[in-house]
């Protein structure tokens, strides 16, 4: 059964890089489907494609040899020419990742041609993505949004189609130094946009172990006392589970599970973070 409201929307976001937006948006959007018995939708908004690839695996290479829709033909309106045809309505810009039952995870993903694609674009629409969705997507319990780490168009169209904010930080030297952005960039939109009501779902520490697990020592210490004082001044809470550093990480992103490592202690964030949001 589909939420009677429409699908929870979250955007994954800090405009600050390699925080670990993509890998957590893939783990959250699979944990979902998988742990919690929902009806997924990710969206990758980022030109890196991050989570394309993390989701999709060797597939991805076959989705742009064969020039499959993306994110860009939503934002253009219309699949292009292929093989003498002219230009075709958009109606289907997904790829199926899973399937449990009558629920999915699908993705809508990138290409690393998305930023050219928009620059050249006269007005790009930001509200084109939250109409999309609103038309084709209030069967999903859940939509995942991985966004890109710069403030631009993007930024807005994930604001404008999302209820709720995920913002990932790592415990190190500079590591609040998208929260002042973002907290600006959230507050221009609301006043741009006051029948918008976004919010800010949490902070989630991510990488918060180093060197075998010794809890990052004086610098995390340091680092979270930033965090912490920052999080306060925008009223932002802060998620209790951190998720730890592990080199099984990357692994998992490349589809391989052979050694996953502290990894395995993602689910502990994965039920705090859904609980709160009402998943």
């Given at each position: ?15 600050k ?12 959007s ?27 695996h060797?597939?991805y ?36 990742i ?25 007005r ?12 084709n997507?209030?069967h999903?319990d ?10 631009s ?5 994930a ?95 490349r ?8 990894a ?13 949001i009402?998943?």
């Open positions: 059964m589909a939420r009677p409201n429409g699908p929870l929307v979250v955007c994954v976001i800090n405009l890089g390699g925080v670990g937006k993509s890998t957590i948006s893939a783990l959250l699979r944990y979902a489907l998988t742990n919690r018995n929902a009806d997924v939708l990710a969206i990758d908004l980022d030109p890196q494609a991050n989570l394309s690839q993390a989701l999709m060797a597939n290479n076959a989705f742009l040899k064969q020039q499959r829709p993306s994110i860009v033909e939503i934002f253009n309106g219309y699949q292009p020419p292929v093989g003498g045809s002219g230009p075709k309505p958009l109606s289907n810009a997904v790829e199926l899973g399937q449990i039952g009558a629920n999915t995870l699908q993705l809508i993903p990138s290409r690393f041609d998305f930023s050219d694609n928009l620059t050249e674009a006269l790009p629409d930001p509200k084109i993505l939250a109409r999309h969705i609103a038309a997507f209030q999903k859940l939509v995942i949004i991985d966004c890109a780490p710069t403030e168009i993007l930024t807005r169209a604001y404008h189609a999302s209820g709720l904010v995920l913002v990932p930080v790592k415990p190190e030297y500079f590591a609040t130094i998208g929260f002042p952005l973002l907290q600006e960039s959230l507050e221009t939109f609301r006043k741009a946009n006051r029948g918008n009501k976004i919010d800010v779902a949490g902070i989630v520490i991510n990488n918060a172990f180093y060197d075998g697990g010794n809890n990052g020592g004086p610098e995390k210490i340091r680092a979270m006392a930033d965090i912490r004082a920052e999080a306060a001044k925008n009223n932002w809470p802060i998620f209790k589970t951190e998720i730890p550093f592990s080199r099984g990480f990357p692994k998992i992103m589809g391989d599970h052979s050694y996953s490592g502290n395995t202690m993602f689910p502990y964030f994965a039920k705090e973070f859904f609980k709160s009402g998943l």
